[in-house]
């Protein structure tokens, strides 16, 4: 099976992109934040233990999203692969990762990262927030969080992959077609 990573900032257009590479190349999308809200709004106990860190735009516990990733490995064998979109987001979840896949002698294919500077990231997500309401996205200083957060935690990731040899890299200020595009000729 394939794993693609979609990795970025928030705002980067992640969620968008997906939604072309999932037809395109058959994958199974695994966003996080879209499972994680869902527990929310179920009000389940890991949607009551991750909603305070989610608005606080602190990230949830590397344990947490890897047992909900690890779920979803074991119940989809049908799809070509997965586009992982949101995880991983520490070096530990991608060492996380990394152990799951071998156990069952798989690896990471690729990691597609869309790159956008920070100014673009806050006039993104705002403009978002008018669209879709996210909780997450309506505090300027949350969103400060989200990308100090990134670039503490995440960032490190790209150095990761790179030593792994398998990082690309996307411009993400482009238009909508034009990423699709590069996203397609890199994978
Ligand atoms: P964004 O657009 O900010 O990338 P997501 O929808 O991917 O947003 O995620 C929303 C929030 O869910 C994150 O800010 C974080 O709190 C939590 N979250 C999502 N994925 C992870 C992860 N892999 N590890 C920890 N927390 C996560």
């Known amino acids: 099976m394939k794993y693609y990573i979609l990795f970025g900032p928030p705002g980067a257009g992640k969620g968008t992109q997906a939604k072309f590479m999932v037809e395109k190349f058959h994958l199974h999308h695994v966003s996080t934040g879209d499972l994680l809200r869902k527990e929310i ?3 389940t106990p890991l949607g009551i233990q991750a909603q305070q860190l989610i608005e ?3 990230l949830v516990p590397d344990e947490v999203v890897a047992g909900m990733i690890e779920n979803l490995f074991a119940s989809d064998r049908t799809s070509a692969g997965f586009l992982l979109d949101g995880f991983p987001r520490t070096i530990r979840q991608a060492e996380m990762l990394d152990e799951m896949l071998a156990k069952r002698g798989e690896e990471v294919t690729k990691v597609v990262s869309l790159m956008i500077e920070d100014s673009l990231i806050f ?11 996210r909780a997450d996205d309506a505090d300027p200083a949350v969103i400060q969080n989200r990308i100090d957060t990134y670039h503490q935690k995440t960032e490190p990731l790209i150095a990761y992959y790179k030593k792994a040899g398998k990082y690309c890299e996307i411009d993400g200020n482009q238009t909508i077609e034009a990423v699709a595009e590069s996203i397609s000729a890199a994978m």
């Open 123 to 133: 006039k993104r997500i705002a403009n978002r927030a008018q669209i879709e309401g």
């Open 56 to 58: 606080g735009g602190n």
């Open 41 to 43: 709004a179920a009000k």
